[in-house]
């Protein structure tokens, strides 16, 4: 069964900006620690599939990509709620608790498809107890800043970021929500091996989806879904298509997106992180990463060669 967010219950009182407080060493909005101990005492079942990002990564697209591969055989089925019903977001919780990704997910039979944000230590342990496959979306840090400011300066509920100059020295600390960028990505990179992780790009999925879609199928045991399918699917997923589907836009998400500031569905696209970093801030950047990523082979596109729109 689908619990649908009483979105109607909320009230203006609680669209506020909270700060930030720490739970296990990690950021997090003061609001969302209400359902921790339960988040921490989650039980996965076997079968669920955990969809993990950093935020602002490419977690919906994946998360529509993913459905639509699950219900390949009739792909109407994407349009029975929006995105936060039909693949609840764990950690997530509505002021005065209204509802949570813990309530959602009791009521639904597994197995199901959850979300995170959470970095790979402290998601509950019974994901791993259960065998549990994870398809992690890592997005380049320039692009996934740029697109981690804009959601921060329309949505209610984040904290607030400031001027783009602040954000990008507050990105850099890790301050922010759900922790460091850096720890993150390097976190989930080094259990890819020990579990069942399939880790992708933001950045290849943007370059050939069908070849992203792909290799999701064989991680999934879907190969035998046809040419004409993945080709289907590119194309629902595609960023005009999502942008216009009421069920993957999070226009439902009216009362907490102020989309006059910025759309949720905003560029979809690599390098916009161009027309933003000034060139001082783009040294600083570069020697930052250096440091931070030395003690990882893990490495990230900025630019990609061909046209996007292609
Ligand atoms: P931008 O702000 O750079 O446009 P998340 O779902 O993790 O919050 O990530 C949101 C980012 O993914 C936004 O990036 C959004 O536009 C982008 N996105 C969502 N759907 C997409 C799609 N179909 N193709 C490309 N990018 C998409």
């Known amino acids: 069964m689908i619990l649908k967010m009483p979105l109607l219950d909320l009230r203006e009182e609680d669209l506020q900006r909270g700060d930030l407080v720490l739970v296990d060493g990690m950021p997090l909005m003061v609001s969302w620690t209400e359902t921790w101990e339960k988040v921490k005492q989650f039980q996965a079942a076997s079968g669920d599939?955990?969809?993990?990002?950093?935020?602002?990564?490419?977690?919906?697209?994946?998360?529509?990509?993913?459905?639509?591969?699950?219900?390949?055989?009739?792909?109407?089925k994407c349009h029975r709620s929006p995105t936060h019903d039909r693949m609840p977001f764990l950690e997530f919780v509505l002021p005065r608790n209204i509802?949570?990704?813990?309530?959602?997910?009791?009521?639904?039979?597994?197995p199901r498809v959850i979300k995170t944000h959470l970095p790979f230590h402290l998601v509950p342990k019974s994901f791993w107890?259960?065998?549990?496959?994870?398809?992690?979306?890592?997005?380049?840090?320039?692009?996934?800043?740029?697109?981690?400011?804009?959601?921060?300066?329309?949505?209610?509920?984040m904290p607030e970021p400031g001027t783009w100059e602040q954000f990008f020295q507050t990105f850099l600390s890790g301050n922010v929500a759900w922790g460091s960028w850096y720890e993150h990505v390097k976190g989930w990179w080094n259990e890819r091996n020990k579990q069942q992780i399939l880790y992708l790009f933001y950045e290849d999925i943007k370059e050939d989806p069908g070849r992203e879609i792909r290799k999701l199928l064989k991680f999934l045991g879907k190969e035998f879904l046809s040419e004409e399918t993945v080709e289907e699917i590119v194309w629902r997923t595609s960023f005009d298509v999502m942008?216009?589907?009421?069920?993957?836009?999070?226009?439902?998400?009216?009362?907490?997106?102020?989309?006059?500031?910025?759309?949720?569905?905003?560029?979809?696209?690599?390098?916009?992180?161009?027309?933003?970093?000034?060139?001082?801030?783009?040294?600083?950047?570069?020697?930052?990463?250096?440091?931070?990523?030395?003690?990882?082979?893990l490495r990230f596109r900025f630019l990609l060669q061909r046209r996007q729109d292609a």
């Not at 509802?99 to 597994?110: E, N």
């Not at 993957?248 to 500031?261: H, P, R, T």
């Open 49 to 76: 599939l955990l969809i993990a990002t950093y935020p602002k990564a490419g977690t919906t697209w994946i998360q529509e990509i993913v459905d639509n591969v699950l219900n390949a055989d009739n792909l109407n």
């Open 99 to 110: 509802i949570s990704g813990v309530d959602q997910l009791a009521a639904m039979k597994p």
């Open 129 to 157: 107890e259960k065998n549990c496959k994870t398809i992690y979306v890592a997005r380049n840090p320039k692009d996934n800043l740029v697109s981690y400011y804009h959601f921060s300066r329309m949505c209610k509920t």
């Open 243 to 297: 942008k216009e589907n009421p069920d993957a836009n999070y226009s439902s998400l009216q009362s907490i997106f102020d989309k006059s500031i910025s759309p949720f569905m905003r560029k979809g696209t690599v390098g916009d992180w161009k027309s933003h970093f000034t060139v001082s801030q783009n040294e600083m950047f570069d020697e930052d990463y250096r440091q931070k990523m030395a003690d990882t082979d």
